[in-house]
């Protein structure tokens, strides 16, 4: 009897888990490996000249680049979570990684997530303060508040992670270890667990349209009344202007809330690997890649701040 308890136990015990490479052919895999390496550490780079920029630069300490700071603050450890793995798992072939780093990726991954659309959230309504209300923004967006809403965001980011990874840690996994991902996510595991995963399935559903509908809802309102306003300028530049900040910050909560409310709302056991890898490449790769490029790197202040900087260098190499 206990033989058997004792065999029944082991069998629920999942030590290693096995992740998909991006391809199976091995020169697409490496291809593959190399541009997401490439992607990868061009989003350190832009993000740290962000980081770097705006800190220095006294004119740039402004609510908005204190948004922007700690936007590429959060996409440089959101994308080291799972990017640089991928990459190393995919150009070696070894597809196994430990089970204390997928519970890693299991909790890390829906707080940078839960983070990322906080933040985008609060930038959007930065945006609709300054361009609808720009006599008030002073009053409203001042340092003490940027800095309780951004705590906030980041401390109960912390709960909702935990909420979730604790969730899953209660579950058993007696089927095959293999993770229809290139990094542990929820969803993937959910389907090779043994364990009545109803509760965790609802969670997800009702954590996705809660946060995401809620913020996606603000987001769009704010933005309705910002083009609302910028439609009333009268001179077409100052339009221009509002309309090349705010529609690439649209672009990117679009693909970022679409495509990961899509993965965490799915829970079809035959949807595709291809589909389910391209939908979470896109939320996990693209939006810290492309935020430092359309939202902060296009911005005139900070080009004129990279601008100074480099000729600064210049001159003193010159010297």
């Not at 992740?19 to 490439?38: C, Q």
């Not at 979570?81 to 909790?107: D, H, K, L, M």
């Not at 339009?239 to 970022?256: D, N, Q």
Request: neutral net charge; contains cysteine; charged residues 10%.
């Amino acid at each position: 009897m206990n033989q058997d308890f004792l065999k029944k136990a082991n069998a629920n015990i999942v030590t290693v888990v096995l992740l998909e490479s991006f391809a199976e052919v091995w020169e697409l895999r490496l291809l593959l490996s190399m541009l997401f390496l490439l992607m990868y550490l061009g989003t350190l780079l832009g993000n740290l000249i962000i980081i770097t920029i705006t800190t220095v630069h006294q004119s740039l300490n402004t609510p908005m680049f204190f948004f922007i700071r700690n936007l590429s603050i959060l996409d440089m450890c959101y994308i080291s979570v799972t990017v640089p793995n991928a990459c190393i798992n995919s150009i070696s072939g070894n597809r196994e990684t430990s089970v204390a780093g997928c519970a890693t990726q299991i909790f890390l991954v829906p707080y940078f997530i839960y983070v990322e659309i906080l933040f985008l959230t609060i930038m959007a309504q930065d945006h609709y303060v300054a361009i609808c209300q720009p006599l008030h923004c002073p009053i409203i967006m001042n340092h003490k508040f940027c800095v309780q809403v951004t705590l906030a965001s980041t401390l109960s980011g912390f709960v909702y992670a935990a909420v979730h990874a604790g969730n899953m840690f209660r579950l058993s996994f007696c089927q095959s270890s293999v993770v229809n991902q290139f990094f542990c996510d929820i969803p993937s595991l959910l389907r090779f667990s043994c364990s009545d995963t109803f509760s965790n399935k609802l969670l997800n559903l009702l954590s996705a349209m809660d946060i995401a509908g809620v913020c996606f809802t603000f987001i769009a309102t704010s933005y309705f009344h910002i083009f609302s306003t910028v439609l009333k300028y009268p001179v077409k530049d100052e339009g221009g202007k509002a309309f090349s900040t705010c529609v690439p910050h649209i672009l990117v909560v679009f693909v970022f809330l679409s495509s990961s409310a899509y993965v965490y709302l799915s829970h079809s056991e035959l949807s595709e690997i291809t589909e389910d890898m391209i939908l979470s490449i896109c939320y996990t790769i693209v939006p810290p890649f492309l935020n430092p490029i359309i939202c902060s790197l296009r911005n005139k202040q900070i080009k004129e701040a990279v601008r100074k900087v480099i000729l600064r260098m210049f001159y003193s190499g010159k010297l």
